[in-house]
Every structure is written in structure tokens, then in C-alpha cells.
């Protein structure tokens, strides 16, 4: 089965995750989560002071990178277009996957500017530095796109979600911290809800053609990044964010490599491969259980680093 075929057979599939998504992810509204009670204007003369709000400088980098990464989404949108197609069902999917990702920009700008939680001007600038560059991931096929974006959608509800509780931690009891941890959340169940359709796809794609798709896991766990790599300065704030515990190696193999690759995939297992996807199966369980055997054994260096940076 070669991948166009493999599309058209996945097809009912993905009708069905599709509408499971529309029936789950129920619709919210940015302007409920944003505190706009605490909002006035920036004043250039005095800028902004980022002694208000007393938020540790990763925690303020995983702010900026998580919101710089949704605005790049017009790069992203065209990446699943052309991997996918723009007819049916995937159509359909990759618009209300676009709408949906747009809202989490819209929400986590008009917080942060509220709140001042980040620097305006900086904030500005790295959105067009991002944006002008359009660097995002770029999967090779289908397949391979299926892979990245469960990997990488479940990686950024764990990072949202760390990010939120980190910001609730920091600020105590000020209306900031509540209002930014239940926004943050709120986008968090948004990303949950999109790994599950791309995890399931990638279920049903590896039934149905594993030869084709266990290559493509092997290709994306080992090459794995997070989004982002065009934002400016990325591997310090990924260098920061890894270090604070927000995302890093260890969560990157015990709450995504073990659990999805190994444990719900069961690659181990895969039956009916040919030479090159046996071979493939062979390395990714090798890789992972280097990964394990480092992580665990290593509580500074490997395990606080950035998936990207090992």
C-alpha cells in the first residue's frame, strides 16, 4: 500500500475522529478567560516593568515561546495542507484544526498584554521575527505528519499545562496567576483534544500499512523537535524551560515516548513488517530504551535537557 492509498483508506477513519473531536471539544470563548478588569495603557516613556509580576524568567520564556509558536499557525496550516490535501475530510480537519489553534493566540495575547506578563515591544518584535522567517517542522509525507503532530501535540499540553501550574505557583493568590492558569488549561484540553485524533489516525494507519508507518515513527522520534525553532533566541528559552521542568527529556520519555510509542502504538509488537521496517522497529526501541537508561540514570544534564537539544 503506498501512502496515497493509505490515505484513502484512512479516510472514514478520520471522518469518524472528526466528528468525535466536534462532539468532545466543545467551543469557548477568549474573552471569558481574559481579566480585562486589571488592563491600562503602556506608557513608552516608563515601558514596561517586570518587577510587577514576581514570574520566574523560564516560566516568562515558556510564555513567550508557547505564544510565538501559535502565531507562526498560517505556516503550520500550510504544511498539513499540502502533507494531507485540501479535499473531504481532511479538509475539514485541517480548518477546524486552524480555527481552533487561532483561538489560543488570540487568548494567550490579549492575557499576556493585559496582565503585562510579558514585555509588548518584545513580544511584538519576536512575532514578526517569527512569523517573517515561517520556520516550522516540516514532515517528509502523510505518515510521517500523522507521527510529528501526536508527538508534538501532546508535548505542548504538557508544556501548557506545566507553564500554567508554574504560574500559579509563582503568584500565589494574585487574580493573575488564577486567571492565567485556568486560560492556560483551557488551551491545554484544546491540544489534548488534538493529539487523540492524530494518535488514533496513527493507530489505524499502522494496522493498516506497517511498513510504511513504522519507518515514519522511527524518523520522528528520533528527529523529534518542538515547534518554535524560528523564534528568536529558541534555544536558550528551550534551554530554560527544559531546566525549570516546564518540558524536558524526562517528561519527553516517560509521558510521551514510553507511553505512546511503546505502550499504545506497541511497536515492539507490530506484526507483518518487511526488512526495512523490522530494521526501523529495531532502532526506535533501541533508541528509546537509550533514552530511558540515561534519563533515569541521570538526574542533572540529560534530563533537564530540551528534547531538540540531545
Not at 492565567?180 to 489505524?204: C, K, M, P, Q
Request: charged share 25%.
Amino acid at each position: 500500500m503506498n501512502e496515497c492509498e493509505l490515505l484513502q483508506e484512512l479516510s472514514p477513519i478520520a471522518e469518524q475522529l472528526a466528528a468525535r473531536h466536534a462532539a468532545t471539544c466543545k467551543p469557548w470563548y477568549p474573552h471569558e478567560y481574559v481579566p480585562w478588569g486589571l488592563g491600562r495603557d503602556f506608557d513608552r516613556e516608563t515601558g514596561w516593568d517586570p518587577e510587577e509580576l514576581a514570574i520566574p524568567p523560564a516560566v516568562r520564556s515558556a510564555l513567550f515561546v508557547n505564544l510565538l509558536t501559535e502565531d507562526n499557525l498560517p505556516y503550520y496550516f500550510r504544511t498539513i495542507d499540502r502533507m494531507f490535501g485540501n479535499t473531504g475530510v481532511w479538509r475539514e480537519w485541517s480548518h477546524r484544526w486552524t480555527a481552533e489553534e487561532a483561538r489560543h493566540s488570540i487568548a494567550l495575547r490579549d492575557f499576556m498584554t493585559v496582565t503585562r506578563t510579558i514585555d509588548p515591544w518584545a513580544l511584538e518584535d519576536g512575532r514578526m521575527a517569527q512569523m517573517s522567517g515561517g520556520v516550522v517542522p516540516e514532515p517528509t509525507s502523510a505518515v510521517d505528519g500523522f507521527v510529528y503532530v501526536a508527538l508534538q501535540e501532546l508535548a505542548t499540553r504538557i508544556a501548557h499545562r506545566n507553564t500554567g501550574t508554574a504560574l500559579r505557583t509563582c503568584l500565589g493568590d494574585h487574580p493573575v496567576g488564577k486567571a492565567g492558569y485556568e486560560l492556560i488549561n483551557r488551551v491545554a484540553a484544546d491540544e489534548n483534544f488534538h493529539y487523540l485524533f492524530y494518535r488514533d489516525l496513527t493507530s489505524a494507519a499502522l494496522a493498516m500499512a506497517p511498513s510504511l508507518v513504522l519507518p515514519a515513527i522511527e524518523r520522528q522520534v528520533r528527529e523529534f523537535e518542538m515547534p518554535g525553532t524560528g523564534i528568536p533566541d529558541f534555544k536558550q528559552h528551550a534551554s530554560m524551560i527544559a531546566s525549570a521542568g516546564l518540558y524536558n527529556m524526562r517528561q519527553h520519555h516517560d509521558q510521551i515516548l514510553e507511553p505512546v510509542v511503546l505502550n499504545w502504538w506497541k511497536v515492539a509488537s507490530v506484526e507483518g513488517l518487511d526488512a526495512e521496517a523490522e530494521q526501523a522497529r529495531e532502532a526506535v526501541v533501541r533508541r528509546i530504551g537509550r533514552i530511558r537508561a540515561a534519563v533515569h540514570r541521570s538526574t542533572d544534564r540529560l534530563a533537564s535537557a530540551a528534547p531538540a537539544a540531545v
